[in-house]
């Protein structure tokens, strides 16, 4: 799945992009009781808490059942190799996946117009860590600063390894 957009997920198929909703069955975790295979058809006995904020991330390999309108169902997500989350808003500690199965992290920010935010890129670059993919920095509008104002906080980040 290579984007998405209020409930909208756009699945890239060869050549041509399919637009897909997800099944309902992504969206809850359900237990069966264990059951042999002899006995009636196993039905739901509990459903466990929804501990992330949407089963389908920029980057999931997907299966998908096609509509006969051209749209389609999102119906298994495969084991992702990376994943770049964090923890969503709120009270609950439910999981946001960023993107996933990424190589590389490469967060942006500006010289100046806005000033950067060097807390918020402490956090993308723990974030990266945790989930074991390297980062590189990048830094835009340099020609709005001079050089020495900005170069004394990245070469913080040199000293650690970045790039």
Not at 69 to 85: C, E, H, Y
Not at 102 to 129: C, G, H, T
């Amino acid at each position: 799945m290579h984007k998405k957009t209020l409930g909208h997920y756009f699945v890239q198929d060869g050549d041509r992009e399919v637009v897909c909703s997800i099944s309902s069955l992504l969206r809850r975790r359900l237990i069966y009781p264990i059951a042999d295979p002899g006995s009636l058809r196993p039905v739901v006995v509990d459903v466990k808490d929804i501990r992330e904020v949407d089963p389908v991330a920029v980057g999931d390999n997907v299966a998908f059942v096609e509509a006969d309108d051209g749209a389609g169902v999102i119906t298994d997500v495969a084991p992702r190799r990376t994943k770049l989350s964090r923890r969503a808003a709120g009270s609950k500690p439910i999981e946001q996946v960023l993107v996933a199965n990424a190589d590389q992290v490469i967060p942006m920010f500006s010289a100046a117009k806005p000033a950067p935010k060097w807390a918020m890129l402490d956090r993308y670059l723990v974030s990266a860590e945790a989930a074991g993919l390297e980062a590189v920095i990048s830094i835009t509008k340099l020609d709005l600063v001079e050089r020495d104002a900005i170069e004394e906080e990245v070469s913080v980040y040199r000293d650690i390894g970045y790039r």
